[in-house]
């Protein structure tokens, strides 16, 4: 049977201000065992339900609204058991735990509710599309309707009589285990919406388009919005514009001149996610990546560690298109069941086009800020080459935000190790070459976080600069997050990850992590790369975890500023 559609479902946000002191949920699910709320590797400010297996997130009306794939029975998931997860949340941060919205109960999901997108019709009211895994284990399209409209939490959902409104069997050659995952459906030119689902035919990844007058009714296109041979299954794509004059975000159904186009899908493969910017032609239904751009492994990533079946949604009130992104366990499937649960949410972040127009740029929401208590902060401090070592004391180290600006001498670039012709696989590079086997001209210099305090378990996110050629002065920035020490526990997988950084060393270099006991996230050249890990230490644990910021390269490196705040936990 083919992978289950991972996709996270964050889908849409409608803001009613009234809302904001709506009294607390009389359902929520407030009490979180002992055993799992004192364990150290639980989050203090990521999304997680309070138990068991999950994998995403959505919102509505005032309240955000976080529905996530969920297995309610365990930390090990099984596919025909998966439902709808719900909670809700007014800044994106705390969240309130709910029943699950949709579970499995016709004959067209019986054997599981999975990923799918909601849609916010012109009159306001919104809709659920989902995958169904149906009594055939056929993967078909299902439609969903909340109960009560005045109910902002939308605790209640029904489901269409018609369902399913889309099978695999009116579609040419479409295996139906593999065909799932609709997106948020946009309207095209003719007052007609449209729905891209992943699908695969052989070995060519498709985007499959599908158009309804009344989102009841659908019709196949006969050719997709987009494919490509040899890529294998498109899981959870998501199809959206951005603004090329500024960072706002669009609305789904948004075209004009000033617009491109954002085509994600994740990869089963790889299990990565991939993205490729260009231009949807609303005559022909069909979306062409700009050159340069190859809907295939050679494409950008938003996340180059453990980051997979994203999603993202328009905020209409703060006008910004928000990213969320699924971050699995690095840990061994028996330890996840002893934990009692399994996967958790990437800090939402804002999404938006750079100016070059070549690539998506990413930031942790504003409303993260919110969390932050205690700062340190220091100002043009000096890194000294070859095994330079501060500690930053001050905060709580395993629940942190930090962020450093590093500057390195422009005479000192000169020095900087030429770049070998093969290595253009940056997280081949992080892991063959990393921060203790390698002492360069221009790092590796950076963070060691969730680190014990004599340096026996730590993560390090780090930079290294190089030169293009021996004459040259292009040069090119690594980032990478090594997880190599990252614990003393056998059996994790620790993973070394990289990217390249597409920023000049000339100017000031930005490095910012967010800590939380046993999630990493980075972002590097604010926000050109981002690299998320998942790390256990045995010994960094708690009040016994620290940070510091190294210099592993021959030459000095100028700490231009550095703010690290610890982070209260979210509720």
């Known amino acids: 049977m083919a992978n289950i559609a991972w996709c996270n479902i964050v889908i849409f946000l409608l803001v009613s201000l009234f809302l904001a002191n709506y009294v607390v949920v009389l359902e929520a699910l407030h009490y979180l065992p002992n055993q799992i709320k004192n364990q150290p590797y639980r989050t203090g400010y990521h999304f997680q339900p309070p138990k068991n297996w999950m994998n995403g997130p959505m919102i509505y009306k005032g309240v955000y609204h976080l529905f996530y794939q969920w297995y309610p029975n365990g930390a090990v998931m099984k596919v025909n058991e998966i439902v709808w997860g719900h909670a809700t949340s007014t800044d994106l941060i705390n969240w309130t735990p709910h029943r699950p919205a949709i579970k499995p109960s016709r004959p067209s999901d019986i054997n599981g509710c999975w990923s799918g997108s909601a849609t916010i019709l012109p009159n306001g009211k919104p ?65 007609w919406w449209r729905v891209i689902t992943g699908s695969q035919e052989g070995r060519r990844g498709l985007a499959l388009l599908s158009t309804s007058r009344d989102l009841i009714d659908w019709k196949q296109s006969t050719k997709p919005l987009h494919y490509k041979d040899g890529t294998g299954m498109w899981e959870c794509p998501d199809f959206f514009p951005v603004a090329r004059t500024d960072s706002h975000g669009l609305d789904t159904s948004s075209f004009r001149e000033s617009v491109k186009h954002v085509l994600k899908v994740s990869l089963t493969d790889t299990f990565h996610d991939y993205y490729t910017i260009g231009t949807y032609d609303r005559v022909r239904d069909v979306y062409v990546p700009d050159h340069g751009f190859v809907q295939d492994e050679t494409a950008p990533r938003y996340d180059y560690g453990k980051f997979y079946a994203s999603k993202t949604f328009y905020d209409s009130v703060n006008q910004r298109r928000i990213l969320w992104g699924w971050v699995n366990e690095s840990s061994p499937e028996k ?102 086997s390698v002492k360069s001209g221009l790092g590796p210099f950076g963070l060691m976080v969730m680190a014990s305090k ?91 975890t620290h940070l510091f910021v190294f210099n592993n390269g021959s030459q000095n490196v100028d700490v231009l500023s550095l703010s690290a705040w610890s982070m209260k936990s979210s509720l």
């Not at 479409?174 to 007052?191: H, K, M, V």
């Not at 938006?352 to 740029?361: Q, V």
């Not at 905060?395 to 005479?411: C, I, M, W």
């Open 335 to 436: 330890d996840n069941i002893k934990k009692g649960w399994a996967g958790l949410q990437a800090i939402p972040r804002k999404i938006w086009l750079d100016e070059s127009g070549k690539r998506l740029l990413q930031w942790p929401v504003k409303e993260t800020e919110r969390l932050r208590t205690t700062q340190v902060r220091w100002e043009n401090r000096v890194l000294a080459g070859r095994g330079s070592v501060i500690e930053v004391s001050g905060v709580t180290a395993s629940q942190a935000d930090v962020e450093v600006l590093f500057k390195v001498n422009g005479l000192d670039l000169e020095k900087a190790d030429v770049i070998e012709p093969g290595w253009t696989d940056p997280q081949l590079i992080c892991s063959q070459k990393n921060a203790n």
């Open 454 to 544: 004599n340096l026996e378990e730590y993560t390090s996110v780090y930079l290294r600069i190089f030169k293009a050629r021996k004459s040259s002065k292009d040069h090119v920035v690594l980032m990478c997050s090594d997880q190599s020490r990252s614990s003393l526990e056998k059996g994790n997988d620790k993973t070394s990850y990289g990217a390249f950084v597409d920023i000049s060393p000339y100017q000031p270099i930005s490095l910012k992590t967010l800590v939380d006991k046993s999630i990493v996230e980075s972002f590097g050249g604010k926000g050109k790369a981002c690299i998320t890990s998942r790390v256990y230490p045995k010994l960094a644990i708690g009040e016994r």
């Open 127 to 191: 809709v659920i599309l989902y995958t169904g895994n149906d009594r055939y284990n056929h993967q078909v399209q299902n439609l969903a309707k909340p109960k009560n409209l005045t109910d902002p939490y939308l605790r209640h959902w029904t489901k269409s009589p018609e369902n399913p409104l889309v099978t695999a069997n009116r579609v040419n050659h479409i295996n139906s285990t593999a065909f799932r995952d609709p997106t948020t459906a946009w309207l095209g030119r003719d007052g």
